[in-house]
């Protein structure tokens, strides 16, 4: 629209009402029109806590261990390693 009426003063005055606009935002009304997903660093965030069995993480490490060495002696391509060795870690969580 900008590029259509540059020949006009226009596109200047709107964009100045823009800035203005812009600035005069509260940081939590910027955040919610233009920066969707971001967490503000003013709000706390909680972490859950998130507790591993040792022994289930001993048990993925053995598979990756196996799976790597099935992998250089090339029984499973890097493709399947990768797929392999990502829904193991992903048991972890």
């Known amino acids: 629209m900008y590029l259509l009426l540059s020949w006009t003063p226009?596109?200047?005055?709107?964009?100045?009402i823009e800035g203005v606009?812009?600035?005069?935002q509260e940081q939590d009304e910027f955040n919610r029109n233009f920066n969707l997903?971001?967490?503000?660093a003013s709000s706390p965030v909680e972490t859950p806590a998130v507790?591993?069995?040792?022994?289930?993480?001993?048990?993925?490490?053995?598979?990756?261990?196996?799976?790597?060495?099935?992998?250089?002696?090339?029984?499973?391509s890097e493709y399947e390693f990768e797929q392999k060795r990502r829904q193991l870690l992903d048991r972890m969580l």
């Open 51 to 76: 507790t591993f069995d040792p022994a289930q993480i001993g048990a993925i490490a053995d598979a990756l261990r196996q799976l790597d060495s099935l992998r250089q002696e090339g029984l499973v």
């Open 10 to 16: 226009i596109p200047k005055v709107a964009s100045a």
């Open 37 to 40: 997903g971001v967490i503000p």
């Open 21 to 24: 606009w812009y600035l005069a």
